[in-house]
Each structure stands twice: as C-alpha cells, then as structure tokens.
C-alpha cells in the first residue's frame, strides 16, 4: 500500500506503478493531521510517498528524504527500520538520497519553526506520516522529495516548478518503493 497524502502525489505514484510495473494499491489519503488520523491502520507494508520540506542544510529541491523514524507534537518517534535498505534501493536506481528524522507538523514549517525542528534532530518536515503510522503495526518506510529548504521556502516563484520536479520523481521512484516495500 502507498499513502499519499495530496491528490496530485497519488496521481504521479499511480502513473509510475502503471508505466514501471509492481502491484502496489496507492491510496489518497488527506492532508494534515485530522485526515491522516482517519486513515485505518493497515496490517502488511506501507510506504507513505509525498512531497517534504528540509530543515537542515546540505539536502536540495528534487533530492529524496528517507525517514529513519517519524513524529509530531503529539506522537512519540516511531522507528523506521528498513529506512536504510529503501534509501539503498533508491540510491542504486539514481536517487539522490538523505536519511534522518523527519518531523510532522500541522502547517507550513518556515522561518524560526524550521530551525528549531532541526536542532530537535530533523532533517526534514512533512504534515501526515507520524499521523498516518501512528497506529500501523507493520513494515514501513516514508519518503518525501524535497520541494523546499531553509534557503528556499516554498512561498517564492520558483515553487511550482519546485512541485512539478517533485512530483516526477514520485512518479519514478514509486515502481522502486512498491519492489521493495510493498
């Protein structure tokens, strides 16, 4: 099962499972916590697939973000540990790949919020995965391609070409994601 969590990030993940092979089922989940959380928990292996934010320096628009663990506010860190073989099969497909904490947050993180998630450990922001795996029992992974970095905040004029690179690389990285995870 693929979780993502915006209409357009599922339309590229289907196109990619469509085009590239793999059986995975992609599921449109919502944005921010309250739809996240609506979600059933799902019992086999989950990849949760969108766009994220960097919070550190180091990661660029269009690389790829795969979460060791994930958490909010209101959700305790949740392990992810096929984190590094799935960063190693995206790599080996031509990703450029980061590992690390991924943060969930209920709005936009810009300015001072996107620094002070980075000094708790993040290296990237989304607003769903904590929400959406906070009850799932199985194998999963979480990766996010970055649109945006403390440099670049996703409010200039440079976004939508930002959001269309992003969604591209859903598109390709999704048929890798469905082998691997799912």
Not at 128 to 140: K, N, Q, T, V, Y
């Amino acid at each position: 099962m693929v979780l993502c969590p915006l209409a357009m990030e599922a339309r590229a993940a289907r196109r990619g499972i469509r085009r590239h092979g793999g059986g995975a089922t992609v599921l449109c989940t919502g944005m921010g916590p309250k739809r996240s959380r609506r979600v059933e928990p799902q019992g086999g292996p989950v990849a949760v697939v969108g766009m994220g934010g960097a919070v550190v320096d180091g990661i660029e628009p269009g690389d790829v973000v795969v979460a060791t663990d994930v958490s909010a506010d209101d959700v305790l860190p949740i392990g992810l540990p096929q984190a590094h073989a799935v960063a190693k099969s995206l790599q080996a497909a031509g990703f450029t790949v980061h590992t690390g904490p991924v943060a969930s947050v209920s709005e936009l993180a810009v300015g001072a919020r996107r620094q002070e998630l980075a000094e708790k450990g993040a290296v990237a922001v989304d607003m769903e995965s904590a929400w959406l795996l906070e009850h799932h029992r199985g194998p999963a992974a979480v990766v996010r391609v970055v649109t945006d970095t403390p440099t670049r905040e996703l409010r200039s004029l440079t976004a939508p070409a930002r959001i269309y690179r992003a969604l591209r690389t859903i598109r390709r990285l999704t048929p890798v994601l469905s082998k691997e995870v799912c």
